[in-house]
């Protein structure tokens, strides 16, 4: 069975510009939700989805959106880049909410901006 | 003070040693995961608790509620356990502690 997929695993954005990043639960999962991980920092909770709807939500500004789609897949929305958005993007899902199981997540999103 | 703290935050063993890994948090939660990142940054799971004590193998991760804390444990350390363990805590969103550097040298 495939894993977590996120897609593009590397990309190169300028400031200001818009970046969508795309996250394929794992069969069965209803639930992605989606973190940072500045380098060398520990990640940061951006959103949870679980059926189709927002049920958490980090400290992120309004730049930063989300949605999830009928086949549970989700995407990350950045508008406005700055450089302190350059990170690692994880996507993880899991079958239930954050509290029903374990994580599994995805190799990440690398995203630079310059 | 952090929701979530670590301790300690590196750590290094002897190949064999038995190890323990500490996380203390100030909020009420639901649920506590415990994650092992290698370098390169893929995350696996390793537990996710709500109560007592769940085992896998050499490792053991053990909650108290009460007090609110939770350990990680690895008997018979490898050097393949060499990698940054981070707890994580879901109360009504997933907040990181800031993780331990582990490495066991052979």
């Known amino acids: 069975d495939a894993g977590v997929t996120q897609s593009p695993t590397h990309l190169i954005k300028t400031r200001g510009q818009q970046v969508t990043l795309r996250c394929s639960p794992i069969?069965?999962?209803?639930?992605v939700s989606w973190y940072q991980q500045v380098l060398g920092q520990g990640p940061q909770f951006i959103f949870q989805?679980?059926?189709?709807?927002?049920?958490g939500r980090g400290n992120f500004p309004d730049r930063f959106s989300a949605r999830q789609f009928p086949n549970y897949s989700s995407e990350l929305n950045v508008n406005a880049l700055l450089l302190g958005d350059s990170a690692l993007y994880l996507c993880?899902?899991?079958?239930?909410?954050?509290?029903?199981?374990?994580?599994?997540f995805g190799e990440g999103s690398r995203l630079t901006v310059l | 003070k952090n929701e979530v703290e670590q301790s300690p935050q590196n750590l290094t063993a002897q190949e064999g040693e038995f190890i323990t890994i500490n996380c203390s948090y100030s909020?009420?939660?639901?649920?506590l995961h415990w994650l092992q990142q290698h370098p390169g940054g893929g995350i696996v799971s390793l537990f996710m608790?709500?109560?007592g004590k769940k085992k896998h193998g050499r490792l053991i991760a053990t909650i108290n509620i009460q007090e609110k804390h939770s350990s990680l444990h690895i008997t018979a350390s490898h050097p393949r356990d060499s990698a940054v363990y981070i707890c994580?805590?879901?109360?009504?969103?997933?907040?990181f502690g800031a993780g331990t550097i582990l490495r066991v040298k052979s």
């Open positions: 069969s069965g999962h209803k639930s």
């Open positions: 989805y679980y059926e189709k709807e927002e049920r």
């Open positions: 994580a805590v879901y109360g009504n969103k997933l907040v």
């Open positions: 909020v009420g939660i639901s649920a």
């Open positions: 993880a899902s899991s079958w239930g909410g954050l509290a029903a199981g374990e994580l599994f």
């Open positions: 608790l709500s109560s």
